[in-house]
């Protein structure tokens, strides 16, 4: 299926027709749900990744990293939970839109990374041990990484109303 099959078959689609009968205020709201998500998924990505990139240090990493992974999961769901239905309700505008073509795949990207980043040694280690100079370097990469995909995305998405 195409990029703009599949788009045409989620403005058709029973959810797309959903969104679209919930009345005026209902893209607005669930907007507001998405920009929400958003903010709280960047804004723990945000603190997380700077102090993995030196900021803080004062603050043990162990104790950053539980709240703020905890909250970006939440903002994450939250922004995909309202995106799919808001993409829904006019996903044929955004055939052959370029920044469609930015947006997903960065947030696929940031995943990716995200997974590679608590699946190795030096995250496992920041929570029983300071970490050794190379473990600091590896999770700063991760953390530049997540910025730049994350912040691509954020662009990438913001950008889509504008094409």
């Not at 102090?51 to 950053?64: C, D, E, F, H, N």
């Not at 922004?79 to 239905?85: M, Y």
């Amino acid at each position: 299926m195409s990029q703009a099959q599949f788009l045409l078959w989620l403005e058709g689609s029973g959810l797309g027709q959903f969104t679209r009968s919930l009345g005026v205020w209902s893209y607005g709201t669930i907007n507001l749900i998405h920009i929400l998500g958003i903010t709280a998924l960047f804004g723990s990505i945000l603190l997380l990744d700077l102090r993995l990139l030196g900021a803080w240090r004062q603050v043990p990493l162990a104790v950053l990293s539980g709240p703020t992974t905890f909250m970006a999961r939440i903002g994450f769901a939250l922004a995909v939970c309202s995106g799919i239905p808001m993409l829904s309700v006019n996903a044929g505008e955004y055939i052959g839109n370029p920044f469609l073509l930015v947006k997903f795949p960065a947030i696929g990207l940031a995943l990716l990374n995200v997974w590679l980043v608590h699946r190795s040694q030096a995250w496992r280690a920041h929570r029983v041990r300071e970490l050794m100079p190379r473990e600091r370097l590896r999770l700063a990469l991760g953390a530049a990484l997540s910025l730049t995909f994350w912040l691509t995305a954020i662009t990438g998405g913001r950008m889509l109303g504008y094409w």
